[in-house]
Nanobody, 133 residues
Framework: QVQLVESGGGSVQPGGSLTLSCAVS????????IGWFRQVPGKEREGVSG??????????FYLDSVKGRFTISRDNAKNTVYLQMNNLELEDTGLYYC????????????????????????WGQGTQVFVSS
């Protein structure tokens, strides 16, 4: 059974940094697509970044607004996916979730982030990021 636990959220000022962690248990990261999504009350859920392995290659994808500021990575030994967030902006505030979907994304990571994972995906409980001056 897949379980995901996020951590690392907090309150920072604009320009600050946070590193979110998504600890995955029960499965191998190589077999799953992992995505970071964020939710702000009153707004639609937004796919922030994703990572997957296809044909032996690790691929990543980012929402345009976080490119150059966020970096997704994973440590297979620790079965953990990280989201390093630098130069945080007010608009990055939200509840950040990681989600695990079995297999590579059928239509690419961009589509995976745009429409969300499949109904059979597993979600973590979320970690709050609050950017405020």
């Amino acid at each position: 059974q897949v379980q995901l636990v996020e951590s690392g959220g907090g309150s920072v000022q604009p320009g600050g940094s946070l590193t979110l962690s998504c600890a995955v248990s029960g499965v191998s990261l190589d077999d799953y697509t992992i995505g970071w999504f964020r939710q702000v009350p009153g707004k639609e859920r937004e796919g922030v970044s994703g990572i997957s392995t296809t044909d032996g290659r690790t691929r990543t994808f980012y929402l345009d607004s976080v490119k150059g500021r966020f970096t997704i990575s994973r440590d297979n030994a620790k079965n953990t996916v990280y989201l390093q967030m630098n130069n945080l902006e007010l608009e990055d505030t939200g509840l950040y979730y990681c989600a695990a979907d079995k297999g590579p994304p059928r239509a690419g990571l961009g589509y995976f982030l745009k429409v969300g994972p499949s109904p059979s995906a597993t979600w973590g409980q979320g970690t709050q990021v609050f950017v405020s001056s």
